[in-house]
């Protein structure tokens, strides 16, 4: 399916967070959605989700189930990792978990490799398996756009990339409209098929790495000094130098 | 028979693992359910004529005839065992249910003030005593039901201002926590000498004054409740992610809120209207019942009115035995049973199971 934004502005009380962001996230397609601390990142995809109101139109073309990755914010519940999983089904079950909503959490947390850790409690988790855990509950409803806020943020480097491969992987297989939020431009470089660099609410650039992520680019929209330099497989690095002014 | 029986493609393991769990759990509660089934009898057995378990088991179960067992055992000590169950168990309830929603370790309804608002309701009645048409009899539980209600409205009222956030749900629990603590000093500072003992002994707490009726009615807001409990269980159970990720789930938190805070309006103003202000039951019930069987909620409130009908069960039996021959209110045993055991709740950590 096809995700797509026709002048989205999102605000709260009287304050403007996001304004007229036209984007299409194509079906197989990862967009990384990048910007400084309080460029609207999280407020667009909140509204993606249905989560806060916004003017003008989200509409998700030919498709309908969306799975949306919130933020980490260190809750700890006494629920093993299956039981976060099945909460994805949570329309299919009821006091007796049917076989069959057993099994779709099985597949896809065998799928994501965090089928071993299904009867330990996520709060006793490390950072990246809750990810991974959370993320086999977005996708276990199988969703046909899937919208991930800063699903890597606290995570090592070796999770941030098992999460944001699997993401890819997925994506891809599925031909999912995926829209990931994230902090660190190398990961987002590496990663998505494009990126969409938001300041201060509006949408600067949205294109392919090496062409969305330029000195000059960064420099405006990050107030970052930065060197550009390339990855073996041409995709850009960004090193950040110094802060601009 | 487990999934793995039916479906090939399903490896053991995970399936297999959470059947075997979803049966150490109700294992747990069937255990908790026979422990329940002893303390009643026990309680039955309790009272100024010694009757021995086995005479009052086999005349509640109809088993033997002997009249004047019979008697006892139906008449009296019969309706206080079955209201002890039933307000443990309402209690018990509506403090897990409490604690989920405002996700708040904190949260009962008696330190969240609907205890405290059924409190003032009673004593407003008996202080206007005479003023009044309806018999104090009557007209003193409905008082307490209903302020139990107007103390639930008040909670959602002042949260719903902020968007009924647990933590504003809380401290608006709190508020009106003080708010109706207040209200009662003032009636029992202006009350008759006679109307300010019967205030405290009805703050006391007793299961004396049971009935057949109060258990059915008591057991008619369980049964009212139990239906959309098992509609919402895992509505609750997401909650416990976060209201954002249940959001994203389909679960609109807010109504969910408003929906369980009338069940805990109801399941509170009757329990407390018949038997008075029994604490501690509703804070520590859901604590012990978590410990065995997580979170997950379709065992969490099972488990939680299981826990507190038994508590509650052991207290009136306590009550009875702690000085022979006297009755020592409920209210004061459960709270010195719940002290101690919450302040070992508190300074245990070794695992966090909140």
């Known amino acids: 399916m096809r995700l797509v934004f026709d002048k989205v502005g999102v605000a709260y009380g009287s304050t403007r967070v996001v304004a007229g962001v036209d984007l299409a996230v194509e079906a197989g397609e990862v967009v990384a959605l990048v910007g400084p601390n309080g460029s609207g990142k999280s407020s667009l995809v909140r509204a993606a989700a249905g989560l806060v109101r916004h003017a003008g139109a989200i509409r998700f073309e030919g498709g309908a189930r969306i799975g949306y990755m919130p933020q980490e914010e260190g809750r700890r519940p006494a629920l093993t990792a299956l039981e976060v999983v099945l909460l994805g089904r949570i329309r299919g079950l009821g006091f007796r978990v049917p076989d069959a909503e057993l099994a779709a959490a099985e597949a896809m947390m065998t799928e994501l490799g965090v089928a071993r850790f299904s009867e330990r409690l996520v709060g006793e988790l490390s950072g990246g398996q809750r990810q991974l855990v959370y993320l086999a509950q977005a996708l276990v409803a199988e969703p046909e756009a899937l919208l991930l806020d800063e699903p890597t943020s606290a995570l090592d480097l070796r999770h941030q990339m098992d999460v944001l491969a699997t993401v890819r992987r997925l994506t891809r297989a599925r031909g999912l409209a995926c829209l990931v939020v994230l902090h660190d431009l190398n990961a987002a470089a590496r990663f998505a098929d494009r990126i969409a660099l938001l300041h201060e609410g509006a949408l600067a650039c949205c294109a392919p790495p090496e062409a969305a992520l330029t000195a000059a680019r960064i420099a405006t929209v990050f107030g970052v000094e930065a060197a550009i330099g390339r990855a073996p497989d041409g995709r850009p690095t960004v090193t950040p130098l110094a802060a601009v002014g | ?354």
Not at chain 2, 139 to 164: D, E, I, K
Request: proline share 5%; charged share 10%.
């Open chain 2, 1 to 354: 028979m487990s999934a793995a029986d039916i479906d090939p493609s399903v490896a053991p393991s995970v399936a297999a693992a959470y059947r075997a769990r979803a049966a150490r759990r109700l294992t747990g509660l069937a255990f908790a359910a026979a422990g329940l089934c002893l303390a009643a009898v026990l309680d039955m057995a309790t009272g100024p004529a010694f009757l021995s378990p086995a005479a009052v088991a086999r005349s509640a179960l109809r088993l033997a005839e002997d009249r004047t067992i019979d008697a006892i055992v139906w008449s009296i000590r019969l309706p206080i065992a079955a209201v002890a169950v039933l307000v443990g168990a309402s209690l018990g309830l509506t403090g897990a249910i409490m604690q989920t929603i405002l996700a708040n370790p904190l949260a009962s309804s008696y330190t969240l003030g609907v205890s405290a608002g059924a409190g003032f309701g009673a004593a407003l009645v008996i202080v206007m005593g005479a003023v009044l048409p309806v018999p104090e009899l009557y007209a003193v539980p409905v008082a307490a039901f209903v302020f139990a209600g107007v103390a639930c409205a008040g909670v959602y009222a002042l949260g719903a201002m902020r968007g009924a956030t647990p933590e504003l749900l809380a401290l608006a629990g709190i508020a009106m926590l003080f708010l109706f603590q207040a209200l009662l000093s003032l009636l029992q500072f202006i009350a008759s000498p006679e109307a300010l003992q019967q205030i405290v002994f009805w703050l006391f707490g007793s299961l004396q004054r049971a009935t057949w009726t109060k258990a059915a009615i008591i057991a008619g807001a369980l049964a009212l409740a139990a239906p959309f409990l098992a509609r919402d269980c895992w509505r609750l159970t997401a909650l416990k992610l976060g209201d954002e990720r249940a959001a994203s789930l389909g679960v609109d938190a807010r109504r969910l809120r408003l929906r369980s805070l009338a069940l805990v309006s109801v399941l509170t103003g009757v329990a407390v209207a018949f038997v008075g202000a029994i604490g501690f039951v509703g804070l520590v019930a859901p604590h012990i019942a978590r410990m065995f069987l997580g979170e997950d909620q379709r065992y969490l409130l099972a488990g939680s009115a299981l826990v507190g009908a038994l508590t509650l069960s052991l207290a009136s039996v306590a009550s009875k035995s702690i000085v022979p021959g006297a009755l020592f209110p409920i209210g004061i045993v459960t709270s010195m049973i719940g002290v101690p055991f919450f302040i070992w709740l508190i300074v245990r950590s070794r695992r966090s199971f909140w």
